[in-house]
């Protein structure tokens, strides 16, 4: 089976735009986790989507968004970039079945840098 | 939530040597991975160990979960496991789907 796939790999941005992501799980996954990682706050949990709806979401404010499509993939929006918002994201995909043994496999990540 | 800590935050090791690094949990979990981070930034799959003893080449794993902890056995290093290790595990609480905690990493360099 392909891995997780993440597109696109870099970007750069100028504070005050927006951006989207795009993640591909792997095939017969149907959960997707997204994950921000920063020197400073180390590897982060942003949001996790199973079978199109939100199924948690960690400590981040509203400017950053996801939805989930009904083939699994997944995209992510960051609303007014911040220099903060500079990081690696990583997306990572499993089955998702919540409460029981799942591992979790990562893909290559996109890195947003916001000048 | 969960707190994950790993020790050491970083390790020095020449070609050859073995190392043994640490990776300490807060709370009773159904998941816990250990993964390699290369220098592109992806996340490599060492071990998927939530309780337990595996070995795969020259890296094993083993994880007591009564007593909350896990450690990564590195033998024989080399150059190229170079790089930083995450241990990240996800409790029982269905609240929390899919989410992993992570600690915050043991930065490896092994010198030749």
Known sequence: KAGVTQTPRYLIKTRGQQVT???????????????????GQGL??????????????????GRFSGRQFSNSRSE???????????????CASSEGLAGS?????FGPGTRLTVL | ??????????????????????????????????????????????????????????????????????????SSSQTTDSGVYFCAAKTWDNNAGNMLTFGGGTRLMVKP
């Not at chain 1, 992510?76 to 990583?90: F, H, I, R």
């Not at chain 1, 043994?101 to 496999?105: E, F, G, H, R, S």
């Not at chain 2, 979990?29 to 309780?51: A, D, E, K, T």
Request: glycine share 6%; aromatic share 12%.
């Open chain 1, 101 to 105: 043994t799942d591992t979790q496999y």
């Open chain 1, 44 to 61: 982060q949990f942003l949001f996790e989507y199973f079978s199109e709806t939100q199924r948690n979401k960690g400590n981040f404010p």
């Open chain 2, 1 to 74: 939530g969960i707190q994950v800590e790993q020790s050491p935050p970083d390790l020095i090791l020449q070609e050859g040597a073995n190392s043994t690094l640490r990776c300490n949990f807060s709370d009773s979990v159904n998941n816990l991975q250990w993964f390699h981070q290369n220098p592109w930034g992806q996340l490599i799959n060492l071990f998927y160990i939530p309780s337990g003893t595996k070995q795969n080449g020259r890296l094993s794993a083993t994880t007591v979960a009564t007593e909350r902890y896990s450690l990564l056995y590195i």
């Open chain 1, 76 to 90: 992510m929006n960051v609303s007014t970039l911040e220099l903060g918002d500079s990081a690696l994201y990583l």
């Open chain 1, 21 to 39: 992501l795009s993640c591909s799980p792997i095939s017969g996954h149907r959960s997707v986790s997204w994950y921000q990682q920063t020197p």
